[in-house]
């Protein structure tokens, strides 16, 4: 009866994929639950909050930024479709594109407090404000997105036009005198009347993000990225796993961190994964590949797939892990720095996907 119970409450285009028992009919519709329903949802959203293209170079900030937040979304998915997989009754989602949207905002959310410090500031000022001001009110739209406006414009959707309105203003600051907003206006008076003066010339309800947009472009808030993380000197992760009770406090904490790890290695490009895995070493030059199926995190098979090799070829190298840069050029066809330059991209991007965890 209760699990009857739960499955009602279940999205119904999750239940193929929770009811498969065949492990490759299972992947091909978790692959179509990805393809179809969460990155059309994930994509949307980030082009909308990093106002990025769907041609924009990879190599453009706002492009390695919107790469990041689709890779931590998807891997935050994966992670809980695996959870929802092993135990349907208790983890259930009865709205899987407003789970997708929910997870995607917080990335953006995250992504903010990092590389924006003083937007991020100046959006915790005006969710204050206008959740402790009797004459505003904010609230979750359809897909969790926050919207704000007149207390009695309270759970009202966006209009197309309210947010048309209030990018042309945002787009062209000296038309704020269009919402009776001068420049000297701007500058003399607080927060809690700009913001009633834009509600006033919306007539409508906004998204937060477009409001915060707005008046950081009219006080002058800088909205550059912060390279304050980039600048610091990175501590390494894979670090932590030669001895991580130094630095993790308990051992579910080390679980959940090598976890984590593990799902970032598996993110990383074939050869970057075969250069670092094959030379994992602990701070004493010994092997640390070992560590993950003693500590239950990887199977032995996972390991060989990882590395694109047969469970049998790595049974073959296991004892003699790890290898030697020459050696592992031999394996891929490449130099002896080739290896050094991928395995040192490899901890570069761990150590930034790691770095909040």
Not at 143 to 157: P, V
Not at 253 to 261: A, E, F, G, N, V
Not at 316 to 322: A, I, K, M, R, T
Request: hydrophobic residues 40%; glycine residues 4%.
């Amino acid at each position: 009866m209760e699990q009857r119970e739960a499955r009602q409450e279940i999205d119904q285009i999750l239940l193929p994929f929770i009811q498969a028992t065949d492990e490759a009919v299972s992947q091909q519709l978790l692959e179509q639950l990805v393809v179809d329903h969460a990155e059309p949802v994930i994509r949307n959203i980030v082009r909308h909050k990093l106002r990025v293209s769907a041609g924009s170079s990879s190599d453009s900030r706002s492009g390695e930024d919107a790469e990041e937040m689709r890779s931590e979304v998807m891997l935050q998915l994966l992670s809980r479709l695996g959870e929802l997989k092993e135990n349907p009754n208790e983890k259930y989602i009865n709205n899987f594109q407003g789970y997708v949207a929910a997870i995607t905002y917080s990335a953006w959310h995250e992504h903010l407090r990092r590389k924006h410090p003083e937007r991020h500031q100046l959006k915790n000022k005006l969710r204050y404000l206008l959740s402790h001001r009797d004459t505003f009110a904010v609230w979750e739209g359809d897909y969790r997105q926050l919207l704000c406006g007149l207390s009695g414009w309270a759970n009202q959707k966006k209009t197309p036009s309210a947010t048309r309105r209030i990018k042309e203003l945002t787009a062209a600051p000296e038309a704020s005198e269009r919402a009776g907003l001068s420049a000297n206006d701007i500058q003399r008076w607080d927060l809690a009347s700009l913001v009633a003066g834009v509600f006033r010339y919306l007539g409508s309800c906004v998204e937060l993000d477009d409001l915060v947009n707005l008046l950081a472009e009219w006080t002058g808030v800088s909205d550059q990225v912060s390279h304050a993380f980039d600048d610091e000197e990175t501590e390494d992760p894979l670090e932590r796993v030669a001895d991580p009770h130094e630095l993790i406090d308990s051992e579910l904490q080390r679980r959940t961190y090598l976890r984590r790890l593990w799902s970032e290695i598996r993110e990383l490009k074939p050869h970057q994964r075969t250069a670092l895995l094959l030379n994992l070493r602990d701070a004493d030059g010994g092997d640390v590949v070992s560590v993950l199926p003693l500590s239950g995190i990887a199977t032995f098979s996972e390991i060989a797939n990882a590395l694109s090799i047969t469970a049998d070829q790595l049974a073959g190298l296991w004892n003699d892990l790890p290898l030697d840069d020459i050696s592992i050029a031999n394996r891929l066809s490449i130099t002896r720095q080739q290896v050094i330059n991928l395995r040192k991209s490899a901890r570069e991007r761990l150590a930034r996907r790691m770095r909040t965890f």
